[in-house]
């Protein structure tokens, strides 16, 4: 790792205005992926601002019947809310899915829900990737590509958004609230926090340096029954291939995202509307102009067939 300073913020405006003011200054909190990024120098930063210990941890009611949850709760926390867990048990059942109970115990809210990428290429720096400098080119083009992205990409970048959490935020229609470096605050629709990569696939997320993310709040429960199915390689302690988050009403409608399929979590509402006419249709529109490779094409009929089993699973 490359020598940094930390410092420990007293106060989330302070912690704002030190990112904000020193270039290559980062926020830390669990740090289940920026620590890993460092010891790779794949991420450098010049100067870490500790922020564990700000009042962003809190989850509780808002006054339309929906949930804040802070940016500073745990995976635990969150996933063991007993209101979580009655009326939105598709984020439960994702957050338990998506890694083991050590790092559960550690990972934020916020944390998980800008984690990087997992391709492969990303993390191997002896090879290009221009998420990690831009305009070196994609090796993963040509590459191993079975776990990467196989719609929504560019011909600079393929890589897949490998979140569970955010798949379930997404179909729950999610607000991410924020601090800017001015003070002054931000809400963001769910949708728009993961950015395609288009020419710039270094630009993951439209926050601006030094502004942070204060809560998520979830609006009033959307009811129904709640599933999350995620296909992997091995039982635990491995990334989606495929994951399917669905909330489904009993006249046949509901919600439905892919994870691990494209650079963010994957929704089409066009798609939604088709439910009634089986997974087939659904996947046919939520993967139009999908650019698969070889060895990854086989993700869209597995979407297919994951879905398949989410609606068997409602049906009984």
């Known amino acids: 790792m490359r020598p940094f ?11 704002v205005a030190a990112v904000a003011a020193r270039p290559g200054a980062r926020f830390i909190a669990g740090g289940t992926n920026l620590l890993d990024l ?3 120098q794949i991420e450098t930063p010049a100067h870490l601002v ?31 809310h007993p209101r979580v867990k009655r009326d ?3 984020l439960a059942r994702a957050i338990v899915a998506g890694a083991t109970g050590q790092l559960r115990n550690k990972a934020t809210t916020a944390g998980n829900l800008l984690q990087r990428n997992r391709c492969p290429y990303f993390y191997e720096t002896t090879l290009p990737c221009n998420k990690r400098q831009p305009g070196s080119g994609c090796a993963a083009l040509g590459g191993v590509t079975r776990s990467l992205a196989v719609v929504g990409t560019s011909p600079h970048c393929i890589a897949q958004n490998p979140g569970d959490m955010a798949v379930a935020l997404r179909i729950l229609d999610a607000t991410v609230e924020t601090v800017r470096p001015d003070g002054s605050p931000r809400t963001i629709a769910i949708g728009d ?5 288009g020419d710039n696939p270094e630009i993951e997320h439209p926050l601006a340096p030094g502004e942070l993310i204060t809560a998520v709040t979830l609006p009033r429960p959307p009811g129904g029954t709640h599933h999350y199915h995620k296909v992997r390689d091995r039982a635990s302690y491995a ?3 495929v994951s399917v988050a669905a909330v489904l009403q009993k006249d046949g409608t509901g919600r439905v995202a ?8 994957w929704r089409v509402e066009a798609a939604e509307a088709l439910l009634p006419h089986g997974p087939a249709a659904v996947v046919t529109t939520a993967f139009q102009g999908a650019t698969p490779t070889a060895e990854n094409a086989f993700k869209i009929p597995l979407a297919a067939r994951t879905l398949a089993l989410v609606l068997a699973e409602a049906r009984a």
Not at 5 to 15: G, I, M, N, Q, V
Not at 193 to 197: A, F, S
Not at 258 to 265: D, E, H, L
């Open 5 to 15: 300073t930390y410092e420990r913020a007293a106060s989330t405006a302070a912690a």
């Open 38 to 40: 460092m010891k790779v």
């Open 193 to 197: 926090v993961h950015l395609l990569p």
């Open 239 to 241: 990334f989606a291939i």
């Open 88 to 90: 939105y048990g598709v």
């Open 258 to 265: 892919f994870g691990s399929v494209a650079p963010r979590p």
């Open 50 to 80: 500790d922020i564990r210990h700000l009042p962003l941890r809190g989850i509780e009611d808002t006054p339309d019947g929906g949930l804040r949850i802070g940016a500073l709760a745990t995976n635990t926390e969150v996933a063991s």
